[in-house]
């Protein structure tokens, strides 16, 4: 009948290079996912890590503008009261020298001897604020510098996916001829099976077992099961 076996060429060396491509195409198709999850990977992480930067950096520089803001409040404190520390002061002078005249009690002295006191610890309160907002502010101009090498470093997010889709054409264009690779090997094993073309019977075998063939050579001859008579009319 049609596919049947009649004969079949030692398919070793064949069937070694079958298993060898199937082999090949496996790894390859493996290869070949590998880089596209790393297209995948390297878009979201470079686009994720920009977008982290950009965030830092407008957070950082919202935080210098607000430790700015504190400084000129600080500033604006501590003039006011310097101001009025040196009121008090004068105050102070003014009163004990009417003391010493026995113009006034020592009582009122007192009075205006807290009030300077009070002053001046309002204006160490003042520098103390003042440099704690210049320190916020030199501390977010640092974090500023450093946003801006992180965006910097993650700006070039195209350059790093054109890469990783260069290697995915690469591992792709491996994956199909390592496919090709792999039919070839498939359809030159299957060449080892000499099948029957048609419905017939085999009436002359011409190969034996073990025996070295060619190509080209008759190995054998299969007639058709329809009669038919070969005549030569004149």
């Known amino acids: ?122 204006v160490a309160q003042a520098q103390t604020q003042l440099a704690g907002a210049q320190e916020a502010r030199t501390s977010a101009e640092s974090r500023i510098t450093e946003a801006q090498g992180r965006v910097e470093q993650s700006t070039p997010v195209n350059a790093q996916l054109d890469v990783a889709k260069a290697n995915a054409a690469l591992a792709h264009a491996r994956a199909a001829s390592a496919k090709a690779a792999l039919d070839l090997a498939k359809q030159q094993l299957d060449y080892t099976r000499i099948v029957a073309p048609f419905d017939g019977h085999v009436s002359k075998l011409d190969v034996h077992l073990g025996q070295l063939v060619s190509p080209g050579q008759v190995l054998t001859n299969v007639l058709p099961n329809t009669t038919y008579v070969i005549a030569n009319f004149k």
């Open 1 to 122: 009948k049609t596919g049947d076996l009649i004969a079949r060429i030692d398919p070793t060396a064949y069937d070694s290079r079958d298993k060898q491509a199937a082999a090949a195409n496996a790894a390859a198709t493996e290869t070949d996912d590998a880089a596209d999850a790393q297209v995948q990977i390297v878009s979201s992480s470079s686009k994720g890590g920009l977008t982290s930067a950009k965030a830092a950096l407008s957070g950082s520089a919202s935080a210098a503008a607000g430790a700015n803001a504190q400084i000129a409040a600080a500033q604006a404190a501590l003039s006011r009261a310097q101001a009025d520390a040196q009121k008090a002061e004068t105050d102070l002078r003014r009163e004990q020298q009417l003391r010493k005249d026995e113009a006034i009690p020592q009582a009122q002295v007192d009075t205006y001897q807290s009030a300077a006191a009070s002053a001046r610890a309002a």
